[in-house]
């Protein structure tokens, strides 16, 4: 039988000389056990010596190797202690090691704790943001602000799909896609996809969409004079055009957001 030794005056002396013993009544060698339990030989050394003490998943490896209670080997180890044992041994259900219950009495004690002040606050996750379905108009058609649901009144247009706040939290919300270069010098080009929101003011020199006669629907900055409202284009090579509100002139909405489609 092989002899039995000890590590007295170091650390964790009684965990490594248990180990040590353990494994030679096994007739192991050190590299036999450190080669097991996926470790290098240097540290089972140290562990034996009493220089190291080993973590509960090394120690849970060790058990299975060596066949020996995994409790005995964290209560030898230090990581619980003995009065922990004999009072969780009676209510400990079975195959649930140590340090499976000493976790679970933590966080009833957490929760314990924690009741008085209406318990552990619950994780907050960002919600998602809502989206919504508005029509994309080449030409906006005559009387669309009449109508009570623009989704639903022109439900075979292309639809276009973007958050309530891109939407600026209109209903009556539709999009426009852009048709010539009058705005080119207010970055708005060609083929661009504009949002507008009929509830939005349009206020001075900002840039709305207006349809004239209830036929032709542009962009331009907008300006509301005592004779009518005057458009001025973005683009130096147009002129501005003053049209008489409300009998030429109906002002559909301020542009609130640009969209580009990028090749």
Do not use: C, H, W
Not at 18 to 26: A, D, G, S
Not at 217 to 242: C, F, R
């Amino acid at each position: 039988m092989p002899r039995i030794t000890s590590n007295e005056g170091k650390p964790y002396a009684q965990i490594g000389t248990l180990l040590r013993n353990l494994r030679l009544r096994r007739g192991m060698s050190q590299f036999d056990l450190a080669s097991s339990a996926g470790i290098n030989n240097s540290y089972l050394s140290r562990i034996e010596n009493g220089e190291r003490r080993p973590s509960p998943k090394i120690l849970k490896k060790f058990s299975e190797i060596l066949q020996y209670p995994y409790d005995e080997l964290v209560v030898t180890s230090g990581i619980l202690s003995e009065d922990f044992v004999r009072s969780t041994q009676p209510t400990r259900p079975a195959g649930t090691d140590l340090t499976t219950v000493a976790l679970q009495q933590l966080i009833q004690t957490m929760q314990r704790q924690a009741a008085p002040y209406g318990g552990f606050p619950q994780p907050q996750f960002p919600q998602a943001p809502v989206r919504r379905a508005v029509p994309v108009f080449d030409t906006v058609p005559a009387g669309l602000l009449k109508e009570a649901n623009v989704v639903e009144a022109y439900e075979d247009v292309t639809k276009i799909i973007l958050t309530e706040e891109e939407l600026g939290y209109d209903p009556r919300a539709f999009a426009l896609t852009v048709r010539g270069d009058s705005m080119v010098e207010a970055g708005i080009l060609d083929g661009d996809v504009l949002v507008v929101s009929p509830a939005t003011p349009v206020g001075p020199g900002e840039i709305g969409v207006v349809q004239i006669n209830r036929r032709t629907t542009t962009v331009k900055k907008i300006y509301v004079e005592d004779k009518g409202v005057l458009l001025q284009p973005a683009n130096s090579a147009y002129k501005p055009q003053m049209v008489s509100y409300p009998d030429e002139v109906e002002i559909l909405g301020k542009v609130i957001l640009v969209r580009r489609k990028l090749i």
